[in-house]
């Protein structure tokens, strides 16, 4: 089974409170969550190998660490994981962005595919899926489906605010993966909406209600 791991570091929740408030506009909602990103990219690449290298310091040889090297892909959920993309690039400013377009039928909840574009090599490289948002959990499963189905071996989840009912389906689809969340929300309202959540993160980020 995958690890389960909810990321609640003080800055994290106190930048998540802003990204709740229903006061914070398009320009700081944006720059707050990339700043989120940031901070959890440090934590879900806690395990990323490293190997020895020789170097020379100022005052000697020695055996120093170095990253081993391994390739990384961001592969945010459109349209709202593009809001967390640039803040993990910040920290791993080598890794390619594959995108998977997927929007959920606001009557049916059940989400719908419309754009796969991956980074050729994808079943060579560590993934991280983003997406702020795991409600019922159907984008998150259905983008790793797409994933899984184009060799990708080794995808690790990242998302903001998760709904009980959403890990529980992720988890179930996929247990192999691991999972990381900012904030463990009550559950989901009537209309498929985390509750207290932030409201819709698309709509929040690009300013389109
Ligand atoms: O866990 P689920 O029930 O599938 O819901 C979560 C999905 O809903 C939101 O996307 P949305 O469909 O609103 O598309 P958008 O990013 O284009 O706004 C969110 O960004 C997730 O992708
Ligand atoms: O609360 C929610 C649920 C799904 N998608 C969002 O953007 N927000
Ligand atoms: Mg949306």
Redesign the pocket.
């Known amino acids: 089974m995958g690890k389960f791991q909810v990321l609640d570091h003080p800055l994290i929740q106190h930048k998540l409170t802003i990204l709740r408030n229903k006061k914070t506009g398009t320009k700081a909602f944006r720059e707050i969550a990339n700043e989120i990103a940031n901070l959890m990219a440090y934590e879900v690449t806690r395990d990323m190998p490293l190997e020895d290298i020789t170097i020379e310091t100022p005052v000697t040889k020695t055996t120093a660490k170095k990253l081993a090297g391994k390739k990384v892909a961001i592969v945010p ?5 593009i809001g967390m993309v640039d803040g993990i690039l910040q920290l791993i400013p080598a890794a390619k962005v594959g995108h998977i377009g ?3 039928d606001e009557e049916t ?1 059940v ?1 719908h595919e419309y754009f796969v574009k991956l980074p050729a090599d994808i079943d060579q490289r560590q993934v991280f899926v983003v ?10 499963i259905m983008a790793i489906d797409a994933l899984k189905k184009r060799g990708a071996t080794n995808i690790k989840f990242v998302c903001l605010v998760s709904a009980p009912e ?1 890990i529980k389906a992720l988890r179930e689809a996929h247990p192999d993966i691991d999972v990381y969340t900012a904030a463990l929300d009550e559950g989901l309202n009537e209309d ?1 909406y985390i509750v207290p959540g932030l409201g ?4 929040r980020l690009f300013g389109t209600r």
């Open positions: 959920i459109l349209r709202a994981g997927m929007y959920r909840l989400p997406d702020p948002m795991l409600a019922t959990g159907g984008s998150a959403g498929g819709d993160a698309g709509d």
